[in-house]
């Protein structure tokens, strides 16, 4: 494994609103050329007025080769007491650019989300990632822009951000922070007091089992706003890879 590895995600099939998956996930992976993967993802977002949302979300991962991963992914949606309901079908695809020439890794990640609900909503988004090392400490920075596809018509291109800080302490306990947030359009922000901005304490870790095969597993909780109000979040995400 290079000391700066990297790579992009781009997934196809989903809604805007599942979207919110990259805003309670890192998008960062290291392919591993003929390797598999079975992803589990969940959050919970509970505000301080409103309704309780969830969503679990299940992938199925392979590497092509050292620079390209690829994942389709199946995502749940429950509001309040209302049902749990299949809400959107995703095709990630990730990409890495740079593999260690440089004192950072470089992809472009691009997610395009299919909702299943009647609107049928298209959902792409896309932007450059980052990744470097200083010692044991892991600094990731993702910029990616939205846009929502409706049969009436095209949305505007909206902007949000990803940051992480982890420190590498053992393979199996790793901790740090992480952030997200939405802007608003590319080029013409919201004021602040509507934008969403989230962030909090992280915990990471994985176990070796021989071969190509691994366990993976990431939790966070982050204290912010989400759809710009003020909410308390858990995300958490268990990878096999085989």
């Known amino acids: 494994m290079k000391k700066f590895p990297w790579l992009l995600i781009l997934a196809l099939f989903a809604q805007p609103c599942a979207q919110a998956g990259t805003g309670y996930y890192l998008v960062t992976t290291y392919p591993n050329a003929g390797q598999r993967t079975v992803d589990f993802k969940y959050w919970k977002a509970r505000p301080s007025n409103g309704v309780t949302s969830s969503s679990p979300e299940i992938g199925f991962g392979y590497s092509v080769n050292t620079r390209w991963y690829t994942e ?3 995502a749940w949606y429950q509001r309040g007491e209302a049902s749990q309901h ?3 079908l995703e095709w990630q695809n990730d990409f890495m650019l740079t593999q260690g020439e440089y004192p950072f890794d470089l992809a472009f990640h691009t997610n395009i989300e299919r909702e299943q609900g009647d609107g049928h909503e298209i959902g792409v988004q896309f932007g450059p990632v980052f990744q470097t090392e200083i010692g044991r400490t892991q600094l990731n920075l993702n910029v990616f822009f939205e846009r929502a596809f409706r049969a009436e018509k095209a949305e505007p291109t909206e902007i949000s951000y990803q940051w992480q800080v982890r420190y590498h302490y053992t393979p199996k306990l790793q901790f740090g922070a992480q952030g997200f947030g939405e802007m608003g359009e590319w080029n013409h922000w919201l004021p602040r007091a509507r934008q969403s901005h989230r962030a909090g304490p992280a915990l990471f870790g994985s176990w070796d089992l021989g071969g190509a095969r691994e366990w ?6 982050l204290i912010g706003k989400n759809s710009a109000r003020s909410a308390k979040s858990v995300a958490a995400r268990i990878q096999y890879a085989f």
């Open 86 to 88: 299949f809400d959107a």
């Open 216 to 221: 993976k597993y990431e939790a966070a909780y």
């Open 72 to 74: 389709l992914t199946g």
